[in-house]
């Protein structure tokens, strides 16, 4: 046993790789991204290797999963909450086929939300599957979990989600180790069984009733297991609250604040931590329920533990009072603060309010509003940038639908080149929906490399067997740019490190049907804006492939400079294309050379040359 201090996503790599996971894969996305990198580093270190690999998308993940996993393997699959979504196909049937090595899918949630386009709980998405879901309250019982999972996942036979939150992705602590055997384990292999492995109707109906009795029974064999748990701070008559995930350290850090009050030391609270919250803990709930004549509940998303109290008292004639999100005693959205739950403790409590001014949080100063903004020497900027002039040069109206990655920031002033965004890969699929319902203007559907492979290419042979007239613009910079720059087919190495035959995007579209596929450098403003009125004559599909590598991937060029005896002060470069790079101080147009990283875009926007650049970036 050793003592690591680790966030939360190394420490669920490294719980996975201690459990003798054999393979690791995934789709990158905030917050997961790190528990996969994590196992990818230790690999370095370790004489039997873990296969790791970035799929394509998170269906894929959890298929090339499921195949090891029936092979007796174990198997970590990666994914943040939208993830699950792409994933559920293949996750639903296997929860009713099961799985012989064990398997676990981490599954961070993103209250808030931080940097998701929903703030689904993965807790309902896994009653909806009908599997078992672990809801960490820290980094070392994430480490803990996982292992757990693993183990429970072969004991019964099925897929296990693992449900860390943003605090607990990325927070950090000291968490105790275990010391780790790097052996192999020896494996049965494959074993051909129909009846088992093929998923008819008729073996979905029986499976379907197996799974039911099962979850039925964890409901009493979870409420043994010590996660779950009733925990106690302070003695006297307590305040009851059940809580899971964060909340609960949240519930108990709040619980010592109000006891330290002056007057308030003999309050104590009795706290259920609930680890599962499906199969729900029934048992001990149900004790808890019974001792208690008022709980408050507390949560991030949905309602989830609230719910199921309440029903138990249904069901068993409790006479308790369930109090939480559905009540109104807590934020139906958005993520839990102390603060936050301290103020619901005191009104549960009947205490006096506090004014907010004396609550901690609120003698902080406010911190500066940054709102998110494309890179200094973002290739984008110059896609975006040229696709505008040409429109504007051709003097038609145009829609933009944009798609997930980095270059939905292009929607910010001045470019204001995203019209819609939905999900990964819809921006191709919108595109041509929108073109059927308004065919008399332009339709450009914006995607990334990443994304591309994803989820855009059905939409793009969806386009083209429909005879849809719009123009793809693919942003092609190299790289995952969004989460950490993680390979995908078009990069030319793996997550193991080996060296791949590179997907080409250009092939791809050709063999599909794209007859006029354009590649263009995005940073080269007339030749980009060139390369899109081309395309905008034609009609059908057709695409501008923006190639340049993300700046973040490569050594800037010399900063420019702007050359004061020249510059009009006209701010073209400021309001046509909006680098960050670039400021108005007073009397002065400048580049802060800290930032500019020499790209060159704003030198083909000024109308008097008067910005000059050491020559384009490596
Ligand atoms: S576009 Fe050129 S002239 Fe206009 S403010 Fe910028 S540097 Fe000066
Ligand atoms: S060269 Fe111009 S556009 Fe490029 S990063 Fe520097 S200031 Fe920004």
């Not at 008819?200 to 039925?216: C, D, G, M, V």
């Not at 109090?323 to 993520?335: F, N, Q, V």
């Not at 896609?383 to 038609?396: D, H, I, N, Q, T």
């Not at 997550?495 to 995007?505: A, D, F, L, P, T």
Request: with cysteine; charged share 20%.
């Amino acid at each position: 046993m050793k003592q690591k201090f680790l966030m939360g996503n190394e420490a669920i790599g490294l719980g996975a790789v201690h459990a003798g996971v054999d393979l690791v894969c995934g789709y990158p996305g905030t917050p997961s991204t790190e528990i996969l990198e994590t196992v990818a580093k230790i690999n370095d270190t370790l004489q039997h290797k873990i296969f790791v690999e970035w799929s394509v998308n998170e269906k894929t993940a959890v298929e090339v999963a499921a195949g090891a996993c029936l092979a007796g393997r174990r198997a970590l699959v990666t994914m943040k909450q939208v993830g699950l979504n792409v994933a559920a196909d293949p996750l639903l049937s296997l929860a009713y086929v099961g799985i012989k090595g064990g398997m676990v899918l981490a599954v961070a949630d993103d209250p808030g939300p931080i940097s998701s386009q929903t703030e689904q709980d993965t807790r309902t998405f896994a009653s909806f599957c009908k599997i078992p879901v672990f809801d960490p309250s820290s980094p070392e019982e994430a480490y803990e979990l996982v292992r757990e999972a693993f183990r429970f996942s072969e004991e019964y036979g099925t897929p296990v989600l693992l449900r860390p939150t943003t605090r607990i992705c990325h927070g950090c602590a000291s968490v105790k180790v275990e010391d780790f055997a790097d052996v192999e384990r020896p494996q049965e292999g494959f074993v051909k069984d129909t009846a088992k492995w093929v998923i008819f109707p008729k073996t979905s109906y029986l499976n379907h009733a197996r799974i039911e009795r099962r979850n039925a029974e964890l409901e009493g064999i979870l409420s043994k297991r010590p996660y779950n748990r009733i925990v106690s701070v302070g003695q006297g008559a307590p305040i009851a609250v059940a809580a899971g995930g964060i909340s609960y350290e949240y519930v108990r850090e709040a619980a010592e604040l109000l006891r330290a009050e002056p007057g308030n030391g003999e309050i104590s609270f009795e706290i259920l931590k609930i680890t599962t919250p499906f199969p729900f803990p029934a048992d001990l709930a149900r004790e808890f329920l019974e001792k208690h004549p008022k709980i408050l509940t507390v949560e991030e998303l949905d309602p989830v533990i609230e719910r199921a109290l309440v029903y138990l008292c249904g069901k068993y004639h409790i006479d308790s009072e369930v109090r939480g999100k559905i009540t109104g005693d807590l934020p139906s959205a958005g993520e839990n603060t102390v603060s936050e739950i301290l103020k619901a403790l005191r009104q549960f409590a009947g205490l006096p309010a506090k004014p907010e001014a004396s609550e901690a949080s609120a003698l902080l100063p406010e911190l500066p509003v940054r709102p998110p903004v494309l890179c200094a020497g973002c290739p984008h900027r110059g896609s975006f940038y040229a696709v505008k002039k040409a429109v504007k040069e051709l003097g038609r109206s145009a829609v933009y639908s944009g798609d997930i990655g980095c270059y939905t920031l292009g929607n910010a002033r001045p470019l204001d080149m995203v019209d819609t965004c939905l999900c990964m890969g819809a921006g191709v699929t919108m595109a041509q929906g929108l073109q059927i319902a308004e065919p008399g203007v332009l339709h450009f559907a914006f995607i990334g490399d990443s994304t591309f492979f994803a989820s855009g290419i059905p939409g793009v042979i969806n386009a083209l067997y429909n005879r849809t007239d719009l123009i793809l613009i693919i942003l092609d910079n190299a790289t995952t740019a969004m989460t950490g720059h993680q390979p995908h087919p078009g990069t030319g190495v793996t997550m193991m490190g080996e060296v791949s035959e590179k997907i080409s995007i250009e092939k791809l579209l050709r063999a599909a049907g794209v007859e006029r596929v354009i590649t263009a450098d995005p940073l080269r403003i007339r030749e980009a804006a060139d390369a899109v009125k081309e395309v905008c004559a034609g009609t059908g599909v057709r695409a501008v492939i923006f190639r340049s590598p993300c700046i973040a991937k490569i050594r800037p060029a010399a900063p420019a400079e702007i050359r004061q005896d020249l510059c009009i002060k006209c701010k073209r470069c400021i309001t046509e294309i909006g680098c960050p790079a670039i400021t108005a101080e007073p009397g002065r147009i400048q580049v802060d050379s800290t930032l500019c990283t020499g790209c060159g875009l704003c030198t083909g926007v000024c109308p008097v040359g008067a910005i000059e650049t050491g020559g384009d970036a490596e």
